[in-house]
Every structure is written in structure tokens, then in C-alpha cells.
T-cell receptor, first 112, second 114 residues
Framework: DAKTTQPNSMESNEEEPVHLPCNHS???????IHWYRQLPSQGPEYVIH???SNVNNRMASLAIAEDRKSSTLILHRATLRDAAVYYC?????????????FGTGTRLTIIP | DVKVTQSSRYLVKRTGEKVFLECVQD?????MFWYRQDPGLGLRLIYF???????EKGDIPEGYSVSREKKERFSLILESASTNQTSMYLC?????????????FGPGTRLTVT
């Protein structure tokens, strides 16, 4: 399975944008890039996903490099509620590959 | 909103006990999953089910079994609990096996086996 690399931790000030990077240099052409986050004492929560083009939803934006070897999750205006561990994962579109495999992720701290 | 509920947030059991963890989802999802999450090991799939009475082994099924008698309910059973099964157990569901569909997680059950 293609692996992802994320910084262990990041800090950001409240109400400022946050850019969370993810490297996936061995990504295959069919792998989708998914982001989940896990707030303290809660189960993981889906954030966003994409294949090649940049994606936006109500929670965040996903910027995917042209060569797809890296991506960036963008929180446009961080709030205290965004403090969580963020996981970047790759998912191949084949049956039998339904499981989510989280690494250590990036622990995001929001400074009031 | 999709809701995945788990029967307990915290559970303490003794070694050798039979343990039942219940998960219910209210969105008519086809697929349901049981994971465990441990520090340093990340999320690992125990079992999943893509239909009623259907189940598939995940990466670490040993010591566990599952039951899915109704579409909305997926149970994880520890036949004889052991201390190495102390963990956070997470249930998830999804509408489809297609990767474009996200998985919705419950709040988790922190199980301690003494």
C-alpha cells in the first residue's frame, strides 16, 4: 500500500488559515486522497477527499499537487473546535480495499 | 445527520469473560466495520460486513467474532477477553464500498480487560 507522511504536530492561531501537508510520493494513478480527523475522545470524522482536482466543501479545501505526490488540507479559518488529529490516507478503488488505515497523523493545536 | 451509536463509552471486564460490543446506525447503510485503535498502531480493521448475515475478516480477526442479524446492527464479540484486547473499539458504517463514500464512525468504546 502507498504510504503517506505527515508532520507529527502543528500549531495555528484561532481565526487564521491552516495548511496541513501530506506527502504521498508512491501514490498510484487510481488512489484517492482522503482526509479524516479525530477530535479528542471521539471517533474519526470524514473531512474531504479528491483524486486529481482541488476540492472544496463546507469543512475544508483540498489542494492536490499536479504530480499528485503531495496534497494540502486547508482550513480557511481555524476555530478551537478544529483542534484534532488529522489523518491523510490513500484509498484504492477496488472491492476488498474498504478498510481505512490511519497512520499517526498531524496533531493540530489551535491557540486562542 | 448520520448517527452511529455504540452501546458503551467505557467498559471494564475481567479476563475470560465474554464481551459484547453493540453498534447501531440509522442511515440504512449497507456496510459496517469494527476497528480497534491503539497508540502507535493506528487504526486496524477487525471485521466488516457488507450485508446482513455477511461478514469478512479484517487484518486482526483472531479472538473476535461478529454478528449482523439486522441491517442496522453490527455486534462485536470477544469470546474470552484477554488483557491484550484492552483497546479503543470503533464502529463505522458507509453507504457503499465505493471509495467515494465516506465512513461514519461512532464515538468509540474504551474497553479495559483486567
Amino acid at each position: 500500500d502507498a504510504k503517506t507522511t505527515q508532520p507529527n504536530s502543528m500549531e495555528s492561531n484561532e481565526e487564521e488559515p491552516v495548511h496541513l501537508p501530506c506527502n504521498h510520493s508512491t501514490i498510484s494513478g487510481t488512489d484517492y486522497i482522503h482526509w479524516y480527523r479525530q477530535l479528542p475522545s471521539q471517533g474519526p470524522e470524514y473531512v474531504i477527499h479528491g483524486l486529481t482536482s482541488n476540492v472544496n466543501n463546507r469543512m475544508a479545501s483540498l489542494a492536490i499537487a499536479e504530480d499528485r505526490k503531495s496534497s494540502t488540507l486547508i482550513l480557511h479559518r481555524a476555530t478551537l473546535r478544529d483542534a484534532a488529529v488529522y489523518y491523510c490516507i490513500l484509498r484504492a478503488p477496488f472491492f476488498g480495499n474498504e478498510k481505512l488505515t490511519f497512520g499517526t497523523g498531524t496533531r493540530l493545536t489551535i491557540i486562542p | 445527520d448520520v448517527k452511529v451509536t455504540q452501546s458503551s463509552r467505557y467498559l471494564v471486564k475481567r479476563t475470560g469473560e465474554k464481551v459484547f460490543l453493540e453498534c447501531v446506525q440509522d442511515m440504512d447503510h449497507e456496510n459496517m466495520f469494527w476497528y480497534r485503535q491503539d497508540p502507535g498502531l493506528g487504526l486496524r480493521l477487525i471485521y466488516f460486513s457488507y450485508d446482513v448475515k455477511m461478514k469478512e475478516k479484517g487484518d486482526i480477526p483472531e479472538g473476535y467474532s461478529v454478528s449482523r442479524e439486522k441491517k442496522e446492527r453490527f455486534s462485536l464479540i470477544l469470546e474470552s477477553a484477554s488483557t491484550n484486547q484492552t483497546s479503543m473499539y470503533l464502529c463505522a458504517s458507509s453507504h457503499s464500498r465505493d471509495v467515494n463514500y465516506e465512513q461514519y464512525f461512532g464515538p468509540g468504546t474504551r474497553l479495559t480487560v483486567t
